[in-house]
């Protein structure tokens, strides 16, 4: 699986958008990109993928680059409750493991 | 729908002692994982199983680490003995392993977190 690289931490204030940027330089074309977030006690939890087209849950919006060395994870109004660890992550779906990083630490503030 | 199902959710064991942990997957899903996160880091996949077969299990500790997945369903992770390095949080996780054109997503459990003294 490609690596990724994540900023450490991030803060954004509450009613904002955050948007976590994740650097996979050595992507391949049939890897897949992969967000999920870990809430302080909890499991990690799926928040979106995509492959090479934008994407857009109910959640948020993953936009992958036209080179898709890079990517963001948007989340269009940041809640209190969005304060978590974001991790990206690249794997060939298939597979069905996903290997970890150390992620983004994202606080969101009043 | 039920989520994935773990216990217990806290433990304190001394050094040396055993313990096992239980994982309920959500009905259905055929893939199933263990995970160790230890604090300040990611999780990091210790076994998965495909039905009730060994897929991975080369991070696992085997001279002290044991899991099993009996009829495909639940399954069980043991540390015998537990050393002060184990103190973590098991995470179980399970996926329904689709094909690989829609994506497979992981759903995790809330984990067992481990304190060894």
């Known amino acids: 699986d490609a690596k990724t690289t994540q900023p450490p931490s991030m803060d954004c204030a509450e009613g904002r958008a955050a948007n976590l940027p994740c650097n996979h330089s050595?992507?391949?074309?049939?890897?897949?990109v992969y967000w999920y977030r870990q809430i302080h006690s909890q499991g990690p939890q799926y928040i979106i993928h995509?492959?090479?087209n934008n994407e857009t849950n109910e959640m948020a919006s993953l936009i992958i680059t036209e080179d898709r060395k890079s990517s963001t994870l948007i989340l269009p109004h940041a809640t209190l409750r969005d304060t978590a660890v974001y991790y990206c992550?690249?794997?060939?779906?298939?597979?069905?493991?996903?290997?970890f990083g150390k992620g983004t630490m994202l606080l969101v503030s009043p | 729908e039920a989520g994935v199902a773990q216990s217990p959710r806290y433990k304190i064991i001394e050094k040396r002692q055993s313990v096992a942990f239980w994982c309920n997957p959500i009905?259905?899903?055929?893939?199933l994982y263990w995970y160790q996160q230890i604090l300040g880091q990611g999780p990091k996949l210790l076994i998965q199983?495909?039905?009730?077969?060994?897929?991975?299990d080369s991070q696992l500790p085997k001279d002290r680490f044991s899991a099993e997945r009996l009829k495909g369903v639940d399954s069980t992770l043991k540390i015998q003995p537990a050393k002060l390095e184990d103190s973590a949080v098991y995470l179980c996780?399970?996926?329904?392993?689709?094909?690989?054109?829609?994506?497979?997503?992981?759903?995790f459990g809330e984990g067992s977190w481990l304190t060894v003294v």
């Open positions: 996780a399970s996926s329904p392993a689709e094909d690989w054109i829609s994506g497979n997503t992981i759903y």
């Open positions: 050595t992507i391949s074309g049939n890897e897949y």
């Open positions: 995509g492959l090479k």
């Open positions: 992550i690249v794997t060939l779906s298939g597979y069905s493991t996903l290997t």
């Open positions: 009905s259905g899903h055929a893939t």
């Open positions: 199983f495909q039905n009730n077969g060994v897929v991975d």
